[in-house]
Each structure stands twice: as structure tokens, then as C-alpha cells.
DNA sequence: GCGAGCCGTGTAACCGTTTACACGGGATCA
DNA sequence: TGATCCCGTGTAAACGGTTACACGGCTCGC
């Protein structure tokens, strides 16, 4: 019996059709609208479908309906938790709409995001979500010409080419120096992944700067990692003049920075503040507690799923979104020399 | 001039070729075969593109080809450093591929699976990566109905009815035991995620209890996160025998354990000691740094792209693997009463 | 008993590509 | 000069669905 099993290629509708005598028409409604095919031609229609294994060809489907379902997203990594709770909360909601989403990595490189957007858009991604503001021209003009709808995370801006669904970064920054140097803090070392294409982390240096506190700020950058937070640490503490807290825009690089003053023998917060930004859940339970600037990601990811989901449903692009920012204070800073 | 900028319609081939006073199998070759078609004409068409910003529809293309370039996987959730590590070394080999990785979370839940299963092949999906081998017999007929490639990771099962790519999840938890046995402890406490749904926790489970080494294990449940560790390290403590040491079959959960055990005022490993499970990078830098079973989940994702890769481009299903676990014996672990 | 209306089903056009095949014209060769 | 070949290009048939429209048969009302 040819046709039921073994055969190479994948059984269409005109084989169920076939199967069931009846016409493509008929058991395309069958799927597509249920209570139009009733009774026993409803039931061979099936009977077939189930003999033959057939399931529906996405892209034929996408090539009527004019639409795939699917979204991209363009991440620097998944390998840090702060892109992963994002893609969870984008993910889970995105589902909600009934939409699909393909992640691609770009490793922070303007470049290789062009060439994954690309790749997006060759796999029908209906529209993008990428992170921050620094985009090569490449990828803009990618953008803009196929009229795709494209959504920036990670930092607000009122009127950016592209929507924004983020918080402030200058502000987040600010938070924690403003904590800081209110704790009397005026040495501060700065702690913070690689300037170069990460907008995000400029902005946070240049904001540090431009608040003009009395006291020295001293940058070093780090990759972002635990280890690459030690070995910062260390430079910083090599300084001739030794810091009294360490700023990190990150709570990788902060969770490095305390294992190596730890590891070091210096006491925080008596002998030096850490600070860190993101708040992980993990930030809570390193030692001393962290004291840390939240950054609401996965609301980020809910937040970006709706608007990208009304977006390519209704044709209006969403307002720029600011998400609040908040210090969230625990054990990790305190007055420098507390003793005197 | 019409169908130069805000038509509503996106252009498709035919405009170009209008446009360009060519067929579409031109402009078709242009985009294709670039060599083919060179010199004015192919300057025109260029040209005609980009006036009209045209970009070609990936169903169309999809539809033609016989190929999406697209495959799904499906894990539990990407808020684990675990999923996330596995997906970004996958993602980023099929790549390489050409292949385009569309994620789907379904919160450990069979059900769930099978529904997002279904949504990765309505996408137009052509291979699919689930976790793990308990899985809903929806989810089993649906993927063997439509034929469609699947690779389960995290379990190496030399003839499960999906090819595996995973380690030996027995051996891991044996690993860890041995290795406590070995110094002499005798009241293990296991602190293991949710066991409903998951095979990897039951098999690591049953596999120590297998092992009936002398002595007794006791079992406690715990959300996978530092806090559910937290929680049950206090529950254990709670019992009548207190243990000398602490397996734990996650290393978010040990993370909780070490830190309920400082914060209770335990001394590591001196008094207690504890071993993880996955060696995430972060173990090496919590205190004490934490005896680990080293889980290869970058390299898992590395080769479940390639098997999945090959797979869908050679038709030919891969050979299960088995990935290597190693003890990594950091602090967190040493003799029980080190002082008698 | 006959026309209207409805319901279930079939026919065929269409979506936007790729590509086998056909075709026409210029260069090459005898 | 005419046959041959090649190259660039066009025509049209797929691919696998959805759906507007047509159509035939049934029920119903007058």
C-alpha cells in the first residue's frame, strides 16, 4: 500500500485529499475551521491525515497567511544571566500572543548583529528585538529598508530610531555612586565590562563622571566574568591610591570583586564597599550581600514581547518605555573607616 | 511615483522586475546565482531593489527550497545558568550551520512540551532538541508522525527511541558519593530538584540509593534556586541525625546550602561538607569554593548542533554520545570530625 | 409543485519564490 | 555564408497551502 509508511517524501494535502476522496479544499477546513466539515467525511478526513502522518508545511501556511509568527531576537550572549532572565520573560510572553522566537547571539560585535539580523529575517522573522543603541549602519539600513519592526532594549531613549523599552543607564549608574559617595566615599574604583560597541556601559561611565562628585573616580575594565572581576580588583587594589569602595556596573564583575578583597583578607564593608548593578537573584546570597542597583529585565521581557506582539499585529509601533530602577542596600556598603 | 516609498504592500520580485524591465528569474538570479547575471542589467536590478527596499519573503523561499533553515529546541527554562550555557553553545555552532535556533520553555512540563512542540513545527521547525527522556506520548506521536528529526540532551541512553546526546547521570551522582564515601561520611543529606517529570533527578536518585553503600541518605526537595537550597539545608539540619555532608544534585542548590551553613555558623567542610552538580563557572568562586561534578553543557550544545545539523541536511541520524563527567574537588568537602 | 435559501463540497486562482526548459542573437568555425 | 555553440534572458510550471466563488442537492414555505 504505497503511501502509508516508508515513503521518502513528506505527505501534502493533496494526498490526504486523495486519501479520503475528497478535495484539498475540504480537508484544509477540516484543520483550519473545524465546525464547517462534520461527520463522517470530517472522520475520514481525519482517519487520513492520522494513516499518512501529515502535518501541515509551515511555509506554505506563512506564504497564504502572509504572516510566520516568529520574532527575533539579537543578544550579545546567553551565557550571563542578565540576557537569559530576558529572553525567559520575552519567551514565556511572546508564547502568550502565539508567536515564536529565534534567538541569535552577537557577542556584543555591530557586525555579526547585522549578519544574524539577516539571518533573522531569511528564517520570516516578523520583527526584532536587539540590545541597546549602537548599531552598525549596515544593520540600520537592513532595518529601515524592509520595514520590519524593531524594538531596542537595555536603555531608554525617548526618540531613538527605534522604539526603546529600557531604564535609564545614566540614572542606574548614579544611583549607586550618589549611594556611595553619601556614605562618604571619595576614592572609587570603577568596575566595568568592555566600553567598545556596549553603549550601556559608556553611558553609565560618562554619567559617573559627569556628576562631577568631589573625590577621583578610577576605571578599570574587565570582561565579564567572575575571574575577569578578581583580576580588576587587583589592578584597582595595585593603584597607589587604594580605593574605599568599587563601583561594578555589574553584579558578575561585583561578585568577582568581592571574592578577591575575601580572598585578600579585606573585611567589606569595614575595609572597602562593593557595589554592583543588575541584581541578580544570586546577588543576595554572596558575602557580604550585595548591595546592587536593580534592573527589572525579565519585566523588560514582558514588556518588549507585548510591544513587539501589538506592534506586528496592529501596524503601531509602541511608545519608548522607562522602566524605574531602584538601590536595593544590603550588606556590602557602608561608611569608609568606620573606625576613626 | 508609485511603489517607492509608503505603499502598503511589501514589494515582492515581480515589482522588482518591473521595475528593472526584466523577468523575475532574473532578478531571481541576481539574488541567487550572482554570477549568472552581470553587467547593466544587474545594475538595474540592484539598483530596483533598493529603490524599493525589496527583501525576499522567506516563506516564498522556504517553500520552494524544501528547507526553513530553522530548529527548535525546548528546554525547561533559560532563568538557569545550565539551559542558557547549553543553548548559547548550540546556537552559536548552528550558526555555523547556516541554522537558525528558535527556543521554546516548557516550565519541565510534558504538556507544555507537546504544546510548544507543536508551535516549533508550525514555525516550520526541521529538527527538534528536547531535554531529557520523559516526555508525553502527545509529544512521542506527534514527532514520530511527522517524521521530523529529535536529539534528547542531558541523558546519554544508548537505544532511546530519540538519538541522545548527554552524559550518564547515574555515574555524575555516583561520582559525587564516592567521593564523600570516600572521606568517611556515612549521613549524606541529598538535596535534589523537583523529582515529578524530571528522569535526570529520579535516575541520579536511584542511582545513589542503588549504590547501597553503608550509612544512610535522606532525601529533601527543593525548588531549584539558592533559596530553595537555603530551605532545605534548614529542613535537613531540622532531622535527628544531623549529616556530615550535603550532595547536592544542582549547583544553584549547594550555593543555598553553603550559604545557610555560613550563615547558621557551620564551618565548610570542617563541620559539613557539600558537593555540587554541573560545576557552573560561578562554583569556583563561591566559599568555599564548591566540589563540583563537572557536566559539560557547553560542549552538550556544541554537539547537539552538529548532530541535529547533520541530521537534517544528510537525513542520516546521528549516533547517541556520551559526554565525560569529572569530580572537580575544590574546599567544600573533607573529612567528617576532622578533630577525633 | 416550485422557487428561495442554505449547506456542504469542489474548482481554481493566488501567495512569492525557484528553476527546467525554450528561445533568440552574437561569436566562432568550416 | 550558413551551421553550431554558447550565453543571457524569458516563460511558465512547480512548491503546498488558503479561500473566493460556483455548484448541486436538500429543506422549507407558499
Redesign the interface.
Known sequence: MPGIRGDRK?PNLRDVARRSNVSVATVSRVLNAPSMVLGPTRERVLAAI?EL?Y?????????NLGR???IGALVP???N?IF??F??GL??RL?DY?L??????TGEDPDAETV?AR??????AEGLIVSGITHASGFLDLT????IPVVAISHFHADYVFPTIGYDNRASAELALRHLHGLGHRDIAIIHGPKRHNDRTRLRISALENLRLPGSLECQEAEI???GG?RAAGRALARAVRPTAFLCLSDVLA??VL?EL?RRGFDVPRDISVTGMEDL??S????PALTSVRLPV?DMGTRAAEAIANWVESGQPPDPLKLPVELVSRSSTGPPFPDR
Chains 1, 2 share one sequence.
Open positions: 513528506r492520522d502522518g502535518f501541515p508545511n509551515a511555509a506554505a501556511r506563512a506564504i510566520t509568527r516568529i550572549t546567553l551565557d544571566a537569559a532572565r529572553l525567559d519567551e514565556n508564547a502565539g515564536s522566537l529565534v534567538v541569535a547571539t544574524k539571518a533573522l529575517m531569511n528564517v520570516g529601515t529598508n524592509a520595514r566574568s567572575i575571574e578578581c561578585t568577582g571574592y575575601q537573584p544570586s543576595e546570597f554572596v558575602f525579565a
